[in-house]
């Protein structure tokens, strides 16, 4: 079981449909309110993630966490946004 955050950081984590999704580089918390917001994954895996391009895991996305961190749900291919220039 976690008893801290910083326990997160080099877990690795796995879509709903058992795809290694990337590892974890920081988490994301909201001081305010002393909650975890997401986890941060700056080289998430390319045939899953548009160039490979960094991402943030919202928490609450999380299934399970125990020797991996397990998603209840993530898009199956995720795109980087367009430019509006």
């Given at each position: ?8 950081t ?64 993530f ?5 980087e ?5």
């Amino acid at each position: 079981m976690l008893t801290e955050v910083s326990e997160f950081t080099g877990m690795k984590v796995y879509s709903d449909k058992g795809k290694f999704v990337g590892t974890v580089d920081d988490v994301i918390v909201d001081l305010d309110r002393q909650t975890v917001h997401g986890l941060y994954i700056e080289n998430p895996n390319p045939s899953l993630i548009e160039n490979g391009a960094a991402i943030s895991i919202p928490y609450r996305w999380i299934k399970a966490i125990g020797e991996i961190i397990l998603l209840k749900r993530f898009p199956s291919f995720v795109k980087e946004p367009e430019d509006k220039d």
